[in-house]
């Protein structure tokens, strides 16, 4: 028992290193898309970009925060295995966003990469061998057993979960306005740009075609309440986050306005079981407010930021306050406040 806690407690630290590193990829990335989007014209089409600094702005930071979950799975694998897991960790995070896995296939790929790794220094060598350890034997057997292993048995089934997705909400069309608005929240809300969000919301917006827009609406409310409602929460209890935490809340909020879910990433990242319940509910409250007020949102696209492209904009505000309050009150409830030294 003893043993399983002090590798709980581990993983939780590795966890805390993975978020650190990445952090600064985040809001580089997010700063860049925001200034694009803050300075170009959103039609029905969605973000229309014509000039070139901005198209080159919103490049590269798109181009950060793709290197956001590969860096977060390498960092994760550091703080279990130290420098001899950054590789493998950061090729099985390259698979899992490449595969569309989110940052919860981060998560998954820096753990598995830091465990292999270590059961690999265990491995009895020559002495006259052991200096091949560090820079061949371990990205080669730690990075091709990670990466068959995310391929083949962890990310494989993630895209077949994705279809079964999609079919569901497929066959929730027409039913109950609140369910439905609640569960396209949950989804929206639920890994912050993973498979989940990403299957809500290009259902959503493939109703364009048809001339669908309400649909878009609790989606457009949940991509935004995750990072609001976090950042919201680090300035009503200060006492539960430590410094990182704070900065981070500011980022979040600047994030969540322009539209980006994964502002919240870092807290969803260090303390899973208490943050990602809480974003849940704050989207599911957003998703079943816009469903119920009829809001149509005409871009595809969230957060404060597309109020011009949506119909009812009093409603649809109010809906992304309530989503971010509830949001940040559950998270506070849930969590514990930190000490003297983490704060």
């Not at 790794?117 to 820079?135: E, F, Q």
């Not at 935004?224 to 009503?236: F, I, Q, R, S």
Request: contains cysteine; aromatic residues 6%; hydrophobic residues 55%.
């Amino acid at each position: 028992m003893e043993f399983v806690r002090e590798e709980v407690i581990r993983v939780k630290k590795a966890l805390m290193t993975g978020v650190g590193y990445m952090i600064p990829f985040v809001v580089f990335g997010g700063i860049l898309i925001a200034l694009t989007i803050a300075f170009s014209k959103i039609g029905e089409d969605g973000i229309n970009i014509t000039n070139p600094l901005l198209a080159r702005l919103n490049e590269l930071g798109s181009l950060s925060m793709s290197y956001m979950v590969p860096v977060l799975g390498a960092f994760i694998a550091f703080g279990i295995a130290d420098r001899a897991g950054i590789m493998p960790g950061f090729i099985g995070s390259a698979i899992a966003a490449e595969a569309g896995t989110g940052f919860l296939g981060a998560l998954v790929a820096g753990i598995l990469a830091g465990y292999i790794v270590n059961l690999i220094k265990k491995i009895p060598l020559p002495v006259m061998l052991k200096s091949l350890m560090p820079i061949f034997i371990i990205p080669l057997l730690g990075g091709l057993a990670v990466a068959l292993l995310m391929e083949y048995i962890i990310c494989a089934p993630l895209t077949s979960f994705n279809q079964v997705m999609t079919d569901f909400l497929t066959g929730m069309r027409g039913s109950n306005i609140v369910v439905l608005g609640a569960i396209l929240g949950f989804m929206t809300a639920l890994d912050l740009g993973g498979p989940v969000n990403v299957v809500a919301c290009l259902f959503a917006w493939a109703m364009f075609d048809a001339g669908i827009y309400t649909l878009a609406g609790p989606v457009a409310v949940g991509i935004c309440t995750p990072p609001l409602g976090m950042g919201l929460a680090t300035l009503l209890s200060k006492k539960k986050y430590d410094n990182e935490d704070r900065e981070a809340g500011k980022a979040a909020l600047a994030m969540g306005m322009i539209g980006i879910s994964e502002g919240a990433i870092p807290f969803a990242a260090k303390d899973p079981l208490r943050v990602i319940p809480a974003n849940c509910i704050g989207g599911m409250v957003g998703g079943i407010i816009a469903m119920v007020l009829g809001v149509s949102c005409y871009a595809p696209h969230g957060g404060p930021i597309v109020t011009m492209v949506v119909d009812k904009k009093i409603p649809y505000l109010i809906a992304i306050l309530a989503g971010a309050l509830v949001t940040a009150v559950i998270a506070n409830t849930l969590k514990k406040e930190v000490s003297r030294e983490e704060g």
